[in-house]
């Protein structure tokens, strides 16, 4: 008679390696969901600080919340900010969480973020972006004149650097005064208005430097006409600063300049939320915090309460008889 076989459970199911899941997460995010290379690039560099404390040939199941602290306690020692704790933990949070749904790591835990006191963004003063968006004395100097193009565009917009050298020819419609941004952080088509000081800038441009480009060619190009690097627009934005004789060298301090800039002038947080990209009020409520102090200064114009006082002080004052 023969011997029915019996089904068993394979015990080394979920003794998968860790960095083999991490490379089935990575290319679910590539194929399936279609992040950025630089989103990606982003995942691998927080991941590899983490194989680095925890080492190679370690097996999902392998990882426990203790490990995770004693990770936290590591970084901290050596010298890491929490806001920089913060976004390794976040990006491996993630990736740990995947495998957790896909039951490569069979017993669940929860990973917190640090909490503490929040850095200040670093921006602009008023009076270092009205040196920043001078003309340019040197208009035959092609690097000179494409930064300050681009320094009135992200005070105009807010734009990241990964936008910037991502801005083609055909992107920019004056006719609608708009840009049209195909590669977004989160893979959605975003459209940016212009204002008409911007439009500007960004026609003269054109005309001087792009004025022979194709549709497909980039914007903001290096002066081989081929895409700018992030670094070597990094690069261009520190000598342009420097030889103004500002010392803050971040093109993300002008995202955080015009963003604050854009709620002290009454700009609203919904509007501002979307023009940003961001896909939560969490960030935009930060800039709003910033201004506090200038929301203080003309309260009384806003406050309902004080223009109801003020209207009913212009009113006949009804005495009490008695």
């Not at 990575?26 to 690039?41: Q, V």
């Not at 005070?155 to 840009?179: C, H, P």
């Not at 023009?275 to 009384?300: E, P, Q």
Request: proline share 2%; glycine share 4%; net charge positive.
């Amino acid at each position: 008679m023969a011997i029915k076989q019996m089904i068993k459970r394979n015990v080394n199911a979920n003794n998968m390696l860790l960095s083999n899941a991490f490379d089935r997460y990575i290319t679910e995010k590539e194929i399936a969901i279609g992040l950025s290379s630089a989103t990606i690039n982003v995942y691998k560099g927080c991941y590899q600080k983490f194989i680095t404390f925890i080492g190679e040939n370690k097996v999902c199941n392998d990882i426990k919340i203790d490990v995770i602290l004693d990770w936290i306690k590591d970084m901290k020692k050596s010298g890491n900010k929490y806001i920089s704790i913060n976004h390794y933990l976040r990006a491996v949070r993630t990736f740990l969480y995947w495998c957790m749904n896909e039951k490569y790591i069979e017993t669940e835990f929860k990973i917190n973020l640090l909490k503490g006191q929040e850095e200040p963004l670093k921006t602009f003063t008023e009076e270092e972006q009205i040196v920043l968006i001078a003309k340019p004395k040197n208009i035959n100097d092609f690097a000179e004149c494409r930064t300050y193009t681009i320094v009135n565009f992200v005070l105009d917009s807010g734009s990241r650097l990964s936008t910037i050298i991502n801005i083609k020819m055909q992107d920019v419609n004056f006719a609608y005064r708009e840009i049209v941004l195909m590669h977004t952080k989160n893979k959605k088509t975003h459209v940016l208005p212009m204002s008409s000081a911007f439009a500007n800038v960004l026609n003269q441009y054109i005309r001087e430097w792009r004025s022979n480009a194709k549709p497909t060619d980039y914007l903001f190009c290096n002066i081989g006409g081929e895409q700018l690097s992030p670094n070597a627009l990094k690069i261009s934005f520190r000598r342009y600063c420097n030889k103004r004789g500002i010392d803050k060298t971040s093109i993300h301090g002008l995202r955080h300049s015009f963003a604050t800039g854009y709620i002290k002038n009454n700009g609203n947080s919904f509007a501002l939320q979307k023009i940003l990209g961001h896909s939560t009020l969490n960030m935009t409520r930060k800039y709003v915090n910033l201004v506090t102090d200038d929301i203080k200064n003309d309260f009384d114009s806003f406050s309902p309460l004080a223009n109801y006082k003020k209207g009913m002080s212009r009113k006949k004052t009804v005495h009490k008889v008695g």
